[in-house]
Nanobody
Framework: QVQLVESGGALVQPGGSLSVACVAS????????MSWYRQAPGKERELVAT????????NYADSVKGRFTISRDNTKNTVYLQMNSLKSEDTAVYYC?????????????WGQGTQVTVSS
């Protein structure tokens, strides 16, 4: 059974830091690109950061560049998102995503999300 389980969401003050994690099971984690998305109330889900299977390629949304860091540990089937200098506009549910494209087929998995609230 495929599972992506996020953890680490919390209430944090503006300017603070927070790290969230996503543990995967039920599929070959190291063969999937991993991403973090977020969705704020009343807004569409947006891509925050992506890391390739080996970790050699990383991309960020412009809104989080220089503040957020995505990483992965393939020995632990885990992807992380370190968030620094948090702003109120970073408030959202953060979702873990796994993607693999092979032989013209797409395999996509989602976690259930973890709430990050930035507020004083």
């Amino acid at each position: 059974q495929v599972q992506l389980v996020e953890s680490g969401g919390a209430l944090v003050q503006p300017g603070g830091s927070l790290s969230v994690a996503c543990v995967a099971s039920g599929f070959y984690f190291s063969t999937y690109d991993m991403s973090w998305y977020r969705q704020a109330p009343g807004k569409e889900r947006e891509l925050v950061a992506t890391i390739s299977r080996s970790g050699g390629s990383i991309n960020y949304a412009d809104s989080v560049k220089g503040r957020f860091t995505i990483s992965r540990d393939n020995t632990k089937n885990t992807v992380y998102l370190q968030m620094n200098s948090l702003k109120s506009e970073d408030t959202a549910v953060y979702y873990c995503n796994a993607l693999r494209e092979i032989w013209n087929r797409r395999y996509i998995y989602w976690g259930q999300g973890t709430q990050v609230t930035v507020s004083s």
